[in-house]
């Protein structure tokens, strides 16, 4: 009992030792961040910035709690992609501590439209080189050719179809998401256009129909709650995540940080969370996650990034799996889904 307490403030230590430079990091450079373009991600502390500045600051949430013992609030948005570039911590956390954190998807509205030109970025295909090192930063595969092939003028319509894609299944939702950013980092598809979403409902298995009736209709209001929420929560920039056990304790995390730091704050707030154990061979991940990067698979099954890529691609190469390839990484997809 004594060295897991040890562990938890070992662990809490580390979590606010980085959480601190970073906020103070934040401060400094505060004249610097209104001049920022929200698509311009800050790799340092692993944020993409909204436009818009509050003064807000994160208080207790007014969302009602839920049965599990934790509550996550992750704040983000399908076109971010430092939130893409912490898909493996949060596909881990749903392994280990799925049975008791429920994880609450929250949209932040990260491109209103172009109107906002700042920070060297006045077009879509300033943007380009930029994602792509990012996807090297990162780990993650991600195509920075789509601003100069199909840029997206806003990252409102694939917000609020999946609020629409909520209100029919929140689990298909998670998938909806996940389709919608492989669509956008890797295939280079302009995700504001409907026809790429109705594909990507369809693959999922929601409703297309009922999508396109609720994306025109109460999915509106649903993202413009969301955009109040992510206001009176003080979230300035995308990853941000709240959280909050039932007594309204709450701990943050902001931008892309290791695992180590997500997991700290979960067990400040429960240190007697049981981790749940995982069967980390590949065949059991692909149920699970039927599409992996090397990185994602990596983390999840413990192999050296460096090897994982062999393993997978020696799968692909007898016809197991599926490799998507582009030019800053690729990801593979089990083909019996």
Not at 33 to 43: E, M, N, R, V
Not at 117 to 127: E, L, Q, T, Y
Not at 291 to 314: C, I, M, Q, Y
Request: charged share 25%; hydrophobic share 35%; proline share 4%.
């Amino acid at each position: 009992m004594l060295f897991k307490i040890n562990f938890i403030v070992l662990i809490t230590s580390l979590f606010c030792l980085t959480a601190c430079q970073g906020q103070s990091k934040l401060q400094n450079m505060n004249h610097e961040t209104k001049k920022s373009h929200p698509l311009i991600c800050d790799i340092e502390t692993g944020m993409c910035q909204t436009p818009e500045e509050n003064s807000h600051t994160a208080t207790q949430s007014n969302i009602k709690s839920s049965a599990k013992s934790l509550k996550l609030i992750y704040f983000t948005d399908p076109i971010c992609s430092s939130c893409w570039g912490i898909e493996p911590q949060l596909r881990k956390l749903k392994l280990e501590y799925g049975d008791a954190i429920e994880i609450e998807y929250r949209m932040g509205g990260l491109l209103p439209d172009w109107n906002y030109n700042s920070g060297g970025i006045s077009k879509p295909a300033d943007v380009a080189h930029h994602w792509d090192e990012v996807s090297i930063h990162y780990d993650m595969p991600i195509d920075g050719d789509l601003w100069l092939e199909d840029p997206l003028d806003s990252s409102y319509p694939p917000s609020i179809a999946f609020k629409a894609a909520q209100l029919q299944d929140k689990e298909k939702a998670y998938w909806f998401m996940r389709e919608i950013r492989e669509m956008v980092f890797l295939k280079k598809k302009n995700i504001a256009k409907w026809k790429h979403l109705a594909t990507a409902a369809k693959n999922v298995g929601l409703d297309v129909e009922q999508l396109k009736m609720d994306y025109e209709g109460n999915a509106k209001k649903l993202f413009e709650e969301d955009l109040h929420t992510a206001q009176s929560f003080g979230v300035r920039g995308f990853p941000t995540v709240f959280i909050q056990d039932d007594a309204g304790n709450q701990e943050m995390v902001y931008g892309a940080r290791p695992y180590a730091l997500y997991e700290a704050a979960i067990l400040t707030l429960h240190p007697d969370i049981e981790k749940s154990e995982y069967n980390k061979n590949w065949q059991t991940l692909f149920l699970k996650y039927p599409s992996l990067t090397a990185k994602e698979f990596s983390v999840l099954s413990g192999v050296p990034r460096v090897e994982s890529e062999k393993v997978l691609d020696g799968l692909s190469n007898e016809g197991t799996l599926e490799k998507l390839s582009t030019k800053n990484g690729a990801v593979w997809i089990n083909k019996k889904q």
